[in-house]
């Protein structure tokens, strides 16, 4: 089993209060709905390929937010 997917809550627990810390937000909420903005943003920007090629390089939590609802058509 990829340790990305054994460990995925701890390493996105950790991702977040990176992203808390740097960002000077308070919350997960605040910090995930950051960080999802970020990703459509940029999601927007790629073509199907592109973004499935980046997904692949990132950890599952943040591939499952980059992915999820992405309509390619």
Same mark, same amino acid.
């Given at each position: 089993?990829?340790?990305?997917?054994?460990?995925?809550?701890? +390493?996105? !627990? #950790?991702?977040? +209060?990176?992203?808390? *810390? *740097?960002? !000077? @937000?308070? !919350?997960?909420? !605040? %910090?995930?709905? #950051?960080? *999802?903005?970020?990703?459509?943003?940029?999601?927007?920007? @790629?073509? #199907?390929? +592109?973004?499935? %090629?980046? #997904?692949?390089?990132?950890?599952?939590?943040?591939?499952? $937010?980059?992915?999820?609802?992405?309509? $390619?058509?």
């Amino acid at each position: 089993m990829p340790w990305t997917y054994r460990h995925s809550s701890k +390493e996105f !627990s #950790a991702f977040l +209060e990176d992203v808390k *810390e *740097e960002t !000077s @937000l308070q !919350s997960d909420n !605040s %910090a995930y709905t #950051a960080v *999802e903005g970020v990703l459509l943003v940029f999601r927007r920007r @790629l073509t #199907a390929q +592109e973004g499935l %090629a980046f #997904a692949s390089v990132l950890p599952s939590v943040l591939r499952a $937010i980059f992915v999820k609802d992405w309509d $390619i058509s």
